[in-house]
């Protein structure tokens, strides 16, 4: 797949790495210390060896509340403009904001991650006028409510109609299947059952023909089994992330990058002839 310049194969798992973007920014010169400690972030993560940083500045907690788009643009666009031009990395926009799809494409983003997948007003046409690549997650309802009472048909037939429908979106406003990843949307109005049944058919996903991303790291659906709090979940997170890729996800968003590049390394090798086979 092409992202920008840089044309990825995606017959490997790939890892993209989640990079936190501080909303306290301190008053002075908080600005160069959010830029380097991003850079600091993004180094050890493509060191680690993700081939996507994910650059996110809204808070999709379940009853967060929304950010102001000023604050979205002030908290990614320095960091997405400071890594695209430090390294030869691919970076992504976590946003549902078409102003700040804009100006993070312009700054170098080559990835359009949505969690509201190109729902809002004049998101589609402006995803489609960058040019860049787009991912279109899937969501019950809105982060505020979301948890309150998920409610499917079958969730894993559920989930592929909603993307097929916005692939269909997607190659109508003018971006190509070639450009467009999926995502189930894990944790995204789903219940604990609704999480488990969608890992454990992921497969059906790839009826659609496209790349699969997905994001379970640290999770409340890791945390509410084993019983551990946000950051005692990395392994049942890279437990979480082998399954997927054993079931064909392409691309994994995680926190713990080096640990998890690690373990699909172990799939890659079970998958590669060693000529014992
Ligand atoms: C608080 C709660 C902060 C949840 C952040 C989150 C995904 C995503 C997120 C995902 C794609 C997190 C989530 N999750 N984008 N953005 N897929 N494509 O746990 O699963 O990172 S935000």
Redesign the pocket.
Known sequence: MQFKSVNLDLSVPRVMG?LNVTPDSFSDGGQFYQKEHALRQAEKMIKDGAHFI?I?GE????G?KPVSLQEELDRTIPAVESISSTFDTIVSI?TSKPQVMLEAVAAGAALI???RALQEDDALQVAASTGANV?L?HMQGQPRSMQVSPHYHDVVDDVAAFLAERVAACEAAGISRTQI?I?P????GKTLSHNYQLLDRLEELHSLKIPL???????SMIGNVLKRDVNDRQAGSIAAATIACIKGAQIH?V?DVKETVDALKIVSAMRTDFEYK
Not at 59 to 62: A, F, G, M, Q, V
Not at 185 to 188: N, P, Y
Not at 213 to 219: A, C, D, F, T
């Open positions: 989640i994910d996110g808070s999709t907690r379940p967060a976590d991650n949505d969690v991912c997650m990843l995502d949307g894990f944790g995204f991303l997905v994001g379970m790291s640290r999770k968003r926190h």
